[in-house]
């Protein structure tokens, strides 16, 4: 694991209660490569064995790098900017956030060079007011409104997610990226399997009647090269016609 | 809860194991208004009380609701486009989504009235070739290459997340543009034709030698599945074999 804590947020657990849902944020974090965590106030103290059981593996290093403080202020001693996150209905004057919104900004700040922190209260509870007043700004999670309850991990699912959505170099093409690998056929190719499969049907009668065989042959040549074909398809194309035809020609 | 399946996906877990993760990916799915569950052979029977345990309030109710299948096939009956979840790396010529790319497309298509399904494999092992090879798409999640494990309810939370993100009035409508009078083929009407060339292509003897015989059959499901086929379409397509092979009947 390596230092990168200039180029990503602090994660600010405040007054956490459940070992379990340390350990269980700490991999929620390192999912989406985030690994600084500070811890205020544990209730069980730390380390706390429970937490390093769930964590495992990888996400154990988050844990033992963790730094515990007594106050969400020392925790918050070198932030620039802090995000508080929060069921929703606070009558608070700040920005309020989505985790999408919020990322998008924290990205900007930390090429900036600020220190960005996400801030997450206790497990049932919340952040107090006198905790969500030192943030900048609110991040509450769009969620259903009969049916609100977030856990503490996914919460930091949530933001961990958005903020490596944002770290992607640029959203991919919306449409279909293409494993490696698959190389898309070209149009020699596909004109060379429309001709294939042209002659074998013209050969079983299937461009019939005669008045009609113009728009078929117009309406499959537009199949053909109307579909995402690869090179591999194309081969199996030209097998199956082949095959299936292979009977035919041997009577 | 209302019923609203006609215009949210429906989200199928394959073979799941542990009750408790299948009552967390319940409370997931009812956090962003999903409430359609449909499970396959789950390993310890249903209902299952640790699954209810879990849940707790209205988040039961998406479990009273749920519909057992014994197999994937039977689970997806209605169903008009599928995403399989997966771990990064699979090896086949579907698109592959983001959770953000999958959902902006399924909204469009939910709003065409198609039926979308969200495809979950089970704990350890994932969803099988086989159950992917159903889909039309793969969605993965952009995860931290070094630490990729999410739990099930995590990848049910963040597809959720999506779609709930999506479902709000300032997103811009997704970019589904379809010619007009191009009507899609229905996953059923896909099925069906995949089982016709599989049956007239088994009885040219296509799928040779034995041994290759599965994996065969499995390339030409993925390419049928992954085809942006049109009604029309498979109406030449059933055309196409029938005709090829007629000659070969009356041999």
């Keep these: 694991m390596t230092e990168t804590s200039a180029l990503q947020p602090v994660v600010i657990l405040v007054r956490p209660q459940m070992g379990e849902n340390i350990g269980a944020a700490a991999r929620a974090m390192l999912n989406f490569g985030l690994t600084e965590m500070r811890l205020v106030d544990p209730r069980d103290g730390w380390p706390n064995p429970r937490a ?20 969400l202020a020392e925790a918050m001693f070198d932030v620039d900017h802090a995000y ?48 969500i007043a030192r943030a900048n700004a609110i991040v509450t999670v769009p969620v259903n409104p009969d049916f609100p309850s977030l856990n503490l991990a996914q919460a930091v699912l949530l933001m961990g997610y958005e903020w490596g959505r944002e770290a992607l170099p640029a959203q991919p093409a919306p449409a279909a990226k293409r494993p490696p690998g698959e190389v898309p056929a070209t149009r020699l190719e596909i004109e060379k399997l429309a001709d294939h499969w042209e002659e074998k049907l013209t050969e079983a009668r299937f461009f019939f009647p005669p008045e009609k065989a113009a728009p078929m042959r117009l309406t499959l040549r537009n199949l053909w090269s109307r579909l995402p074909l690869t090179r591999a398809d194309v081969q199996i194309l030209h097998g199956m016609v082949r095959q299936l035809t292979w009977k035919t020609r041997a009577d």
């Excluded at 390093?52 to 106050?71: I, K, N």
């Excluded at 990205?107 to 996400?118: D, S």
């Design 52 to 71: 390093v059981a769930m964590a495992s593996g990888a996400a154990g290093q988050v844990l033992d790098r963790a730094r515990v403080f007594p106050t």
């Design 84 to 131: 508080a996150t929060t069921a929703r209905g606070r009558e608070l004057t700040k920005p309020v956030h989505t985790p999408a919104t919020a990322m998008a900004e924290a990205r900007g700040l930390v090429a900036e060079g600020r220190r960005v922190a996400l801030i997450f209260g206790p497990e049932r509870a919340g952040l107090e007011n006198d905790d």
